[in-house]
């Protein structure tokens, strides 16, 4: 790794205006401004710059990190090193700096398993942690949504021209990629007349492997040909990537959405926020800290919180707004009894089927030097491996008739809860190894061998988690309790899936005759053996949400309503994916930036 950031470094922060270290505006201790964004991450530099468009508001951005170009290195940057960028779920592991390196309470349902989850700490937050896919869920999830928080603009068709304003589409570059690795899109799901600063494009690479990942879903009947923008997931395709085309390298909401040169906005960088200061119940300030230099941040407007589904909690609940027994345990005092913070944590979790395969992987570059080389040489072109970021093909489907006829009707019932464009299982292409993701260089065994992984993630999940918290200070870790497969239909399903994902990679025509599989093995065949096996290697696709939910004012579990202003308090919201009230199927970044487009919009409309 130390050659490729030598030879890349220099040249990359010379060609991104992104790095420019600061804005002009010098922040100052103990200010005012009209709004405080608390997080500089996904959603919170998009509706932080989408608020500081107006030249009369001033915006101050609170974030724990700094850059994540500097801190995070070339790895941060490149798509390609995406999945090598210590996405592990090792616990032991703090290398990193641009995370927060949280690990999560034992998993009671996946053998007490304690896991490292991924969260950005940095300008750009978790979108210059994540593996870039960028696509939508469908209709009827956010048309479930406005029923939800009884606010029809959350329907999909109110919501749609959020989505477009936020991004940028760049069609793919076929004299790059391979013909077979030919991309479904709708033009007419993005609107490029809105100069939307999130850059979305296709790597200059189609994974060979994926290829045929394809043809695989498409012999178990998910058809390819897939547009994943247009509010329907129903098959199989290549989702765009938050790419940026002009350079080939990562798209956050810091490249894209943090102004450069803007008076009236300004970033308190590496400054941790530790409590929200009230009047009575209106939110009045921050309590902050940098450097060990404590001091406040005033907000005349509003307070925005925008610290994602771990921390947006976190902070609510030491500033009193929480289930009470909670507080009333840590000496905080109550400012509003409110018992669904921390709650109604959603996830997607995923496992995989591994089998050593007859195409070369990209993951071949964490052991060949040979192989490596050539992929930088190639980068340099912005061709290559390097350009995509790990997952290729992306599979959705309802499970078919004749699958879900032998679950238990308590499943069946379950699952019937969820809309009925809905699919309860996303297949993911990865060139490598997953099995259990314990560390990154667990991709690629080095014996010479190619492999590949056919993953499947639950994305209709009815497990639930929560976050709590153990101390009044936000220096301290949250309590992460995912949850995962506690619920039986999720048990059911997973395996499920799993021999679905036998089944595509069988059909693929990419595994070696001959050659038992590698993962979970030939052993491994009864549904108990199966399930014994996704319980060991289950891993999070880390898209924690909902510990905030909107919901209508009537309903209890409910944090904020569906502007994202905190119930009983004033002057104060959350927009980040906290308050999704569901976790729609599939990645949700896209999700994030619409969230923070429409409620920008909400603020500078009045509501
Ligand atoms: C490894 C990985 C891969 C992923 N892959 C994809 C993908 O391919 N596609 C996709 O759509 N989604 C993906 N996701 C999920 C997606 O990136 C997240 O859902 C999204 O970025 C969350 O945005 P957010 O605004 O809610 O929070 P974040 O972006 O996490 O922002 C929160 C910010 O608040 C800051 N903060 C927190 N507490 C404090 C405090 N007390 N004081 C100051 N600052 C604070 C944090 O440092 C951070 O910058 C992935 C996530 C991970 C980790
Ligand atoms: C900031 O405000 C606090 C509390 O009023 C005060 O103690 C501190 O001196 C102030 N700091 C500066 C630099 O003005
Ligand atoms: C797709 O093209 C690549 C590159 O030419 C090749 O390696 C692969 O075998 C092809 N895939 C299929 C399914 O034929
Ligand atoms: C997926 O759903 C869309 C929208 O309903 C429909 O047009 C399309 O034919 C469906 N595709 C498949 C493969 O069923
Ligand atoms: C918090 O708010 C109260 C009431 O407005 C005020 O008296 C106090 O000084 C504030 N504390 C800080 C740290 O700003
Ligand atoms: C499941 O439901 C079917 C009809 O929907 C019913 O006939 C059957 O008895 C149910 N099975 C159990 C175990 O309840
Ligand atoms: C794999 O495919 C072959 C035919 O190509 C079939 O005979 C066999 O049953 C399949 N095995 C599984 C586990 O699907």
Redesign the pocket.
């Known amino acids: 790794m130390a050659v490729w950031k030598s030879t890349f470094l220099s040249l990359i922060y010379l060609a991104s205006p992104s790095l420019a270290l600061f804005n002009l505006g010098v922040p100052?201790?103990?200010w005012s401004y009209d709004y405080v964004v608390v997080g500089g991450g996904t959603s919170g530099l998009a509706i932080a710059a989408r608020l500081a468009e107006d030249p009369g508001v001033t915006v101050a951005v609170v974030e724990a990190g700094g850059h994540y170009e500097i801190e995070g290195g070339i790895e941060s940057i490149i798509p390609g090193f995406a999945a090598a960028a210590n996405t592990g779920t090792d616990p032991s592991d703090d290398s990193l700096l641009i995370d927060w390196n949280f690990d999560t309470l034992p998993l009671t349902a996946a053998n007490g398993r304690v896991l490292r989850y991924a969260r950005g700490k940095c300008l750009g937050g978790t979108s210059a942690r994540n593996l870039m896919v960028y696509h939508r869920g469908t209709k009827e999830t956010y048309d479930q949504w406005a029923g939800i928080t009884g606010d029809s603009s959350w329907e999909w068709d109110s919501v749609l021209p959020y989505f477009k304003k936020s991004c940028t589409l760049t069609a793919p570059d076929m004299t790059k990629r391979n013909a077979n690795a030919s991309v479904t899109y709708n033009v007419n799901a993005f609107d490029n007349s809105l100069d939307g600063p999130l850059q979305v494009s296709w790597p200059n690479y189609g994974s060979p492997f994926s290829t045929y990942v394809e043809v695989g879903l498409e012999e178990i009947g998910i058809l390819s040909g897939q547009d994943t923008n247009s509010g329907y997931l129903n098959g199989s395709g290549w989702a765009p990537s938050t790419i940026d085309p002009s350079l080939e390298t990562r798209s956050s909401s810091k490249t894209s959405f943090l102004p450069q040169f803007t008076l009236n906005f300004n970033v308190y960088a590496h400054t941790l926020a530790k409590k929200i200061n009230f009047s009575g119940t209106k939110a009045q300030s921050v309590k902050v800290e940098t450097l060990g230099?404590?001091?406040?941040l005033a907000a005349k407007k509003e307070i925005i919180l925008s610290a994602g589904s771990f921390q947006s909690p976190q902070l609510l609940m030491v500033s009193g707004i929480g289930p009470r027994s909670t507080l009333e345990e840590l000496g905080i005092k109550v400012i509003k009894d409110l018992r669904g913070v921390g709650q109604n944590l959603w996830d997607h979790a995923l496992f995989g089927v591994v089998n050593r395969v007859n195409v070369v992987t990209a993951s071949r570059l964490v052991n060949d030097a040979l192989a490596a080389a050539e992929a930088l040489a190639q980068y340099a072109f912005q061709k290559g491996p390097l350009t995509a970021p790990g997952f290729g093909v992306l599979g959705f489907e309802k499970l078919p008739d004749s699958i879900r006829k032998h679950f238990t009707n308590s499943t069946r019932e379950a699952l019937s809860a969820f809309p009925s464009d809905w699919p309860e299982v996303e297949y993911l292409s990865l060139d490598g190894i997953l099995d259990g993701w314990h560390s990154a260089d667990d991709q690629d065994l080095g014996d010479g061998y190619e492999y590949g992984t056919i993953a499947a993630a639950l994305i209709s999940p009815l497990s639930r988690g929560s976050i709590s918290i153990s101390s009044a200070d936000t220096t301290d870790p949250p309590l992460i309790d995912l949850g995962y497969l506690t619920h039986p239909a999720d048990q059911e399903v997973a395996v499920a899936a799993l021999k679905r994902a036998r089944q595509a990679f069988n059909a693929s025509g990419v595994t070696i005759d001959g050659v038992a599989e590698h993962r979970p093995g030939p052993d491994v065949q009864t549904d108990e053996e199966i399930l014994g096996f996704i319980r060991s290697t289950i891993v999070p696709v880390w898209h924690a949400a909902g510990t905030c939910a909107m919901g209508d004012a009537s309903n209890p579990d409910a944090v904020v309503d569906s502007n994202g202003k905190v119930f009983g308090v004033q002057n104060l919201r959350v927009v980040d994916a906290s308050i999704f009230p569901t976790l729609p199927p599939g990645h949700p970044q896209s999700t994030c930036y619409m969230v923070a487009e429409k409620i920008a919009d909400d603020i500078k409309n009045g509501n």
Do not use: M
């Open positions: 100052g201790i103990n230099i404590s001091y406040t």
